[in-house]
């Protein structure tokens, strides 16, 4: 349950970890942005959200809903998709670029690079100077 709870969990500190040994700079979960983004990086305009895919309704299996009190965890879930978008939104018409980073694409070591140099690349791509 504390996974929401903006308290710093692992898959966060693996990207930012990544990001700094990478020659990024950011600051952490920065209250004045919308959903509170685990991490931002003004130079880039952009703002990453690490979503664990349970509490965030990924698409995968361990974005799977329990069988019990189904109807419970729908509308629960439900209601932080509708946030994570409306934030989303948000931080987009502030003209901030939003990137959402699942716990599932940081789970192997393979899956992890593939990740984390893509993001490299995204950023790259994107500096505003
Ligand atoms: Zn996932």
């Known amino acids: 349950m504390s996974k929401i709870s903006g308290k710093e969990t692992k898959p966060e500190i693996l990207v930012r970890r ?14 004045r942005y919308p959903g509170k983004p685990d991490i ?10 690490v ?16 069988e019990s009190n189904k109807k419970f965890w729908e509308e629960k879930i439900a209601g932080n998709v509708e946030r994570d978008k409306r934030n989303k939104a948000e931080l987009e018409n502030s003209g901030w670029k939003v990137i959402t980073i699942w716990q599932c694409e940081l789970k192997n070591k393979e899956v992890r690079e593939k990740t984390l140099n893509e ?3 995204t950023l790259h791509n994107n500096t505003y100077q």
């Open 18 to 31: 990544f990001l700094f040994a990478n020659g990024f700079r950011y600051r952490k979960n920065d209250k």
């Open 119 to 121: 993001l490299a690349n």
């Open 40 to 49: 931002v990086l003004p130079k880039y305009k952009t703002v990453i959200f």
């Open 51 to 66: 979503h664990g895919c349970f509490w965030h309704g990924h698409d995968c299996p361990a974005g799977k809903l329990p």
